[in-house]
């Protein structure tokens, strides 16, 4: 049996249907680097940093992931 994938609303989920990519890619672009490694001490963010080491990263952890999505949510209602 294969199993669809979901098309249903989650009114709330701020972050549904939002990839890591883009929130990544915004919190670069409103942030830069520097600020971004500044606001969360990662070391993908502060040591030579990459959209896709940082994405390498973040999917692998879980903590690191939830402080970005934070910070991006925090951004964009401000």
């Not at 989650?10 to 990839?19: E, S, W």
């Not at 390498?56 to 934070?70: H, I, N, Y």
Request: proline content about 6%; charged content about 25%; overall charge positive.
């Amino acid at each position: 049996m294969q199993i669809e994938p979901s098309n249903t609303p989650q009114p709330n989920n701020p972050l549904h249907g939002i990839k890591l990519i883009d929130i990544l890619e915004y919190l670069v672009t409103k942030h830069g680097w520097e600020e971004l490694g500044q606001e969360i001490n990662i070391r993908c963010f502060t040591h030579e940093p990459s959209i896709n080491s940082s994405l390498k990263f973040l999917r692998k952890t879980q903590w690191a992931r939830e402080k970005v999505e934070k910070l991006y949510l925090y951004s964009i209602q401000k």
